[in-house]
């Protein structure tokens, strides 16, 4: 059982450059967001998923697209990076409904130049 | 804006002593959590008390909910090295229609062998 995967767990860009981080995850779990951690501000949501075909925007949705047309995944979309958007991703799912705990990835660190 | 707020930012204690976070939270909640992460490393679900619950013990943890004052805290009992990481609080309000997982700005502890 592999829970939630990330990929790339590294990645450099330059600025204008688009790019796809991954997420799957194996728990038949509803509920996927993304979140950016930068040093002193916690995590932020950026979108989050309740279902297949349903997506939503979070606290920092600015520059970032998603789509959710499976259960397992949940990519994120970088559609012209910027120097702003350098962070750690992570990508969580969990159970809706019963007001679960989420599972996290280990990470995308991303370096936009 | 973020829903959880810990206090303090940073704490450091000498191996063997209690360790207690706080967070502050704005809105009503389903339920609220608590996660750890290790430096570098994704987050870990680490305890989860619910609306109705005042509180809740697990192994060296324990956590408390005042829903009058929108507060919990989070109380490690004799200290480890192995607790040094970042701890979070995180509300649940999917019992209003709001299924986001929201997270606080962290605190970090540091465990002084």
């Known amino acids: 059982n592999a829970g939630v995967t990330q990929t790339p767990k590294f990645q450099v860009l330059k600025t204008g450059q688009s790019m796809t981080l991954q997420c799957a995850q194996d728990?038949?779990?509803?509920?996927m967001s993304w979140y950016r951690q930068d040093p002193g501000m916690g995590l932020r949501l950026i979108h989050y998923s309740v279902g297949a075909g349903i997506t939503d925007q979070g606290e920092v949705p600015n520059g970032y697209n998603v789509s959710r047309s499976t259960t397992e995944d949940f990519p994120l979309r970088l559609l012209s990076a910027a120097p702003s958007q350098t962070s750690v991703y992570f990508c969580a799912s969990r159970n809706t409904g019963t007001g679960g705990s989420a599972f996290f990835g280990q990470g995308t660190r991303l370096t936009v130049v | 804006s973020q829903q959880g707020e810990e206090d303090p930012q940073a704490l450091s204690i000498q191996e063997g002593e209690n360790a207690t976070m706080n967070c502050s939270y704005k809105t009503s909640i389903n339920n609220l959590q608590w996660y750890r992460q290790n430096s570098g490393r994704g987050l870990v679900h680490l305890i989860l008390i619910r609306s109705n619950e005042r509180e809740k013990h697990s192994g060296r943890l324990r956590v408390t909910l005042d829903t009058s004052k929108k507060s919990s805290s989070l109380l490690i009992t004799a200290s480890r090295a192995a607790d040094t990481a970042s701890y979070f609080c995180?509300?649940?309000?999917?019992?209003?229609?709001?299924?986001?997982?929201?997270f606080g700005t962290g605190t970090r502890l540091t465990i002084i062998p």
């Open positions: 728990m038949n779990h509803e509920y």
């Open positions: 995180a509300t649940d309000a999917s019992n209003f229609g709001n299924e986001k997982l929201t």
